[in-house]
């Protein structure tokens, strides 16, 4: 998980201008939005029946945390309306702080790597 997290950021990163027109552009649309969201749920809620566990060190308990959040997050785009949502990534802000959010992403990341890597077979 920790490296498909860094792999898409680092791409996202690498085409600021592209991605910062992608993102506006899916909330524009109602469409492309739902399909978001009900893939976003699935992985969701994939990692939270298959990897629910809220002890057995940092790594372990953050998976079942991104499992959460992403679950919470699909349910989000799947049931806000579309102005609601639109609303949401304007005060987001999310050209003015797009490095901050991917710095973020990438320390997430690069921290599930590491426990993967390390033996921790429950990690990223």
């Known amino acids: 998980m920790g490296l498909s997290i860094v792999l898409v950021v680092l791409s996202i990163i690498a085409n600021k201008p592209g991605s910062v027109a992608t993102m506006s552009a899916l909330f524009t649309d109602p469409a492309l939005m739902f399909i978001t969201g009900v893939f976003t749920m699935i992985l969701g809620l994939a990692i939270v029946v298959g990897h629910n566990r809220w002890s057995g060190g940092a790594v372990t308990v953050l ?18 309306p579309a102005a609601a949502q639109s609303g949401l990534y304007q005060a987001m802000h999310f050209e003015q702080y797009f490095y901050r959010y991917f710095v973020v992403a990438l320390v997430l990341g690069g921290y599930l790597i590491y426990g993967g890597f390390r033996g921790d077979a429950t990690a990223g």
């Open 63 to 80: 998976v079942t945390i991104y499992g959460w959040v992403a679950l919470l997050k699909g349910l989000t785009f799947l049931c806000l």
